[in-house]
DNA sequence: CTTTTAGTGCAACTCGATTGCAAAGATTAT
DNA sequence: ATAATCTTTGCAATCGAGTTGCACTAAAAG
């Protein structure tokens, strides 16, 4: 496991205060945190720098964006060597009772045979229902 | 290809004049479509209207609803026989570039395995990239 | 025809996301 | 080291999609 810094000084993002402590709880949640949620744990920092974080560590290939359906983009840490390309697709699941969303990075996704001419860029696929913690 | 009516009166939803606009448009349009660009298309129909038409379609099957990242919800009249089960499953297609949803009907979508003991509900899978028309 | 229920339009509000701006911090040039 | 420049941060304000309260109208039931 990389720390924070190994990860930052890699990605070529410069190392800061809240991009420390964004990360580092990034890492240690096993589930994507909504900006709200970050929000929360980091009590002492401000939404809008750790909106502009994440954007950063998007735009750097740190973090990927889920867009689950509960109305808030989640985000979570890549696993190492993933580029956010098609060829790193992986489900998401999303539970509908406790509003977590987890990575299934084992469930395999199937080559997509896109109609004639369409480009694939990325793909976001989230699958609803309950996780065992809820499935009771 | 079902009239507005027959698929009100099949659905058991009573027919108004908001509804049956509504619908019109939906069944017209090849794309799927958001809360607003419904209501750009029906100048006099007010957007709480179509809204909780929406509401009411969705709750009985008659359209779904897809987030496919966009920020805006998008609904799609259903194929005919979709319950809007798990079984019914298709991936839509969102172009990065023209912001259209496409849904296709045609890839299928393979059958998912989950971590043990999680329960899928629905799912909600949006491959992103650029379609035929903008792929050139 | 009267009463009850459902649907509509308007305005207001919620909430996640985003931006403008000035202060603070870091980097580079002098 | 100091001044000039660029980046990051915090605060407040704004945006926009979604949603709700409420009064009014239309439709269905009695």
Known sequence: MQTE???LKIK???NTAVRTVVLRHLLNQEKAQSLKDIENALAYTDRSSIFRTLKTFEENKIIHS???GSGMTK????????NCDPKDLHYHFYCSNCNKTFCLFDLPVPKLELPKNFKLQQANMVVKGLCDNCNK
Do not use: Q, T
């Open 12 to 14: 070529k993002v410069k």
């Open 75 to 82: 985000y979570a840490v890549c696993a190492e060597g993933c």
């Open 5 to 7: 810094e190994e990860i």
């Open 66 to 68: 889920i867009e689950d």
